[in-house]
């Protein structure tokens, strides 16, 4: 009986491949959406005008729209995420909901099935402009967002996303302070023998957090500024359990699919806020994020 052995030069070279056909796949898509748009306009056009006239509002107007939201049909949802605000944990939720497990194989850390379409089967409004229209407007359906504090939201942003990486190109998050540090601060680190401290990070979040250059420090209020649709849950990551019930009622849930929905929450830091937080580094992100603080009842102290 012969045993089958996967060396570790084999393993690195399935990971490349994977790469590149995910990078293939990639390019490939703003293509193959022009193309489905030229079939799909003129009918949408002819037999439903108004969808397509509130879909191309929304694609113009809305912060990333085809990213960040989910129309759910199946449920009679629409869910806006907003990330680093328990984004993973409820796509992940939606899509167990409709027979799709985003979780099994996975490391927490290593969470791309729980925003990848085909693995969740949780549409895009660009996958069906009639549903997304329905969705939003109709009176049955749950349009529902969450958000988070601000000041936890940056830390949770650079915890997961920059602290010790080196300041090189190669990593998402990475690109895009290279590639705006110099219009933000030229004096910000920069080079492969540095990293981002959370001091230096909360001056470049701030400073570009309307830019919209990154979903993960945008400002929220930004982010859930949807034309035409009137959320009817606003939830706080801080209450995510007693919040989404809401949701969990709406689509009659079971006792076991609640169990399932409400593990305790991990934050990437647990550290004590005011380990981090300096008097000046907390009214900076006051005051580059006062809109969110005053949108969304958040005080301006910092959370115990």
């Keep these: 009986m012969t045993t089958s052995h996967v060396s570790p030069a084999d393993t690195v070279s399935g990971k490349r491949k994977i790469g590149v056909i995910r990078r293939l796949e990639r390019s490939l898509r703003p293509g193959l959406r022009d193309l489905r748009g030229l079939v799909k306009e003129p009918f949408l056009a002819w037999a439903h005008p108004e969808a397509l006239a509130f879909y191309r509002r929304a694609m113009e107007t ?18 806006l995420a907003t990330p680093k605000a328990a984004s993973s944990r409820i796509r992940s939720n939606l899509a167990a909901m409709i027979g799709n497990d985003t979780v099994s194989g996975w490391r927490s850390d290593q969470n791309w099935k729980v925003h990848n379409r085909k693995a969740s089967n949780l ?43 080196p300041l090189k190109p190669g990593y998402g998050r990475v690109e895009v302070y290279l590639a705006h540090r110099e219009r933000a601060d030229p004096a910000l680190p920069v080079g492969a023998d540095k990293s981002l401290s959370f001091a230096d990070f909360v001056a470049f979040a701030c400073t570009t957090s309307t830019w919209r250059i990154d979903k993960h420090w945008q400002r929220q209020s930004d982010i859930i500024d949807l034309p035409g649709v009137a959320f009817d849950l606003i939830g706080k990551t801080e209450t995510f359990a007693k919040d989404f019930e809401r949701v969990l009622d709406h689509v009659d849930a079971s006792d076991e699919v609640r169990r399932a929905a409400m593990p ?41």
Excluded at 272 to 280: H, K, S
């Design 264 to 304: 305790p929450l991990h934050t990437s830091s647990r550290r004590r806020l005011a380990d981090y937080f300096t008097p000046e580094l907390a009214d900076t992100i006051y005051r580059a994020y006062e809109r969110d603080f005053d949108q969304f009842g958040y005080a301006r102290a910092l959370p115990e």
């Design 123 to 165: 549409q895009a409004p660009r996958h069906g402009v009639l549903q997304f229209y329905r969705m939003a407007t109709s009176p049955e359906a749950l349009r529902f967002t969450f958000v988070r504090n601000p000041y936890t939201r940056l830390l949770s942003c650079w915890a997961d996303q920059y602290r010790d990486r």
């Design 62 to 79: 809305a912060y990333l729209p085809d990213d960040l939201i989910d129309v759910v049909p199946q449920l009679k949802i629409l869910y």
